[in-house]
Nanobody, 125 residues
Framework: VQLQACGGGLVQAGGSLRLSCAAS????????MGWFRQAPGKEREFVTGISRSGGSTIYADSVKGRFTISRDNAKNTVYLQMNSLKPEDTAVYYC???????????????????WGQGTQVTVSS
């Protein structure tokens, strides 16, 4: 599967952005999906994940209540709605598809075998 993330940009603190991750090749509904982010000089970290059906989601504590992950399997697309953005949310955001037939998402990046190219999110104070 190939993943293409888009929707990043520059936004002021308190603003919102919506990221999209479009899958091609094998349909995205075959995979649990996740979003990760990597700030300069830092390790890539888990943000949120969603099960194959979309019925189960998990979030990093730092984004709970502000970010929402969703998916439209008919469109092979996963979304990340980001509200109340903070400067510390600034990073390159990556979408990823989990290895194998796992139904649920995982917070470990090592469980994901397919990655998009990343989209930059910059939040100004």
């Amino acid at each position: 599967v190939q993943l293409q993330a888009c929707g990043g940009g520059l936004v002021q603190a308190g603003g919102s952005l919506r990221l999209s991750c479009a899958a091609s090749g094998r349909t995205s509904s075959t995979y649990a999906m996740g979003w990760f982010r990597q700030a300069p000089g830092k390790e890539r970290e888990f943000v949120t994940g969603i099960s194959r059906s979309g019925g189960s989601t998990i979030y990093a504590d730092s984004v709970k209540g502000r970010f929402t992950i969703s998916r439209d399997n008919a469109k092979n697309t996963v979304y990340l709605q980001m509200n109340s953005l903070k400067p510390e949310d600034t990073a390159v955001y990556y979408c990823a598809a989990r290895y194998g037939d796992s139904y649920l998402p995982s917070p470990s990046l090592y469980d994901y075998g397919y990655w998009g190219q990343g989209t930059q999110v910059t939040v100004s104070s």
